[in-house]
């Protein structure tokens, strides 16, 4: 495991780095992301409908094959996340995007 990966292991995307606590918040709902320049990541998906999970997330990163692109994941199909707090599915990575 690289630095870049240590340092995202357990944080929420979108908290910045110096963040003192970069974690999962209670009461919100997280997509776990799995591979890719984003794993380990916990995506916040806090009322995100059915439909917008099953679209799954175009995510601006500096760490993927494309700096500054987008990498893409999504929960897969016929994957829907559990409702309630806490990681209630997971995203994949399907690739990188400038």
Known sequence: MNG???LLRGRVYGHDHDDPDPGPRPG????QLIGGPLDGLLLDV???TQEEIGTGAALPTELGQFPGG???YDPGPGTSCAPGPGVTCRFHHRGDAP
Do not use: I, K, N
């Open 70 to 72: 987008r990498a893409l």
């Open 4 to 6: 870049d990966e240590q």
């Open 46 to 48: 806090t009322g995100w």
């Open 28 to 31: 919100r709902a997280y997509a």
